[in-house]
């Protein structure tokens, strides 16, 4: 029997907050390849920006490093037994995510300048770090 697929996201496989990132990465300036995809300034611009493409790549950014962090901790305790770094409650929003990001980069000490992942990595291990 023959499954009915509709969308692209099912066809390739991939789930709603996949196919927004790939759309948001795509609206990216082209940028020679660089370890430091952006700083903690072209984040917070992205993030304050009334343009919606703009909002996306905030986003999508953010959730997208968070996920990147829960998942490398969470491979690194059923692979190693180590213990995790970030402990986020059920339920956490992409909102409540930039909301915490933002308020790491507004801190004086905020050196905007490093990669906007260290600094994400800072505000979400700051605000959501096991204990």
Request: net charge neutral.
């Amino acid at each position: 029997m023959m499954q009915h697929v509709t969308g692209y996201g099912s066809i390739f496989g991939l789930g709603k907050l996949s196919i927004l990132a790939l759309l948001a990465l795509s609206l990216l300036q082209a940028a020679p390849a660089r370890a430091d995809f952006i700083d903690g300034n072209q984040l917070r611009l992205y993030c304050t920006s009334k343009n919606p493409n703009d909002e996306a790549v905030c986003f999508v950014y953010i959730a997208g490093a968070v996920d990147a962090f829960t998942t490398i901790d969470l491979m690194g305790e059923k692979t190693s037994g180590t213990k995790r770094q970030f402990c986020l409650p059920d339920g956490v929003s992409p909102d409540q995510l930039k909301a915490t990001t933002m308020q790491w980069l507004a801190r004086p000490e905020a050196n905007l300048d490093l990669a906007a992942t260290l600094l994400v990595w800072g505000a979400i291990k700051d605000a959501y770090g096991c204990k």
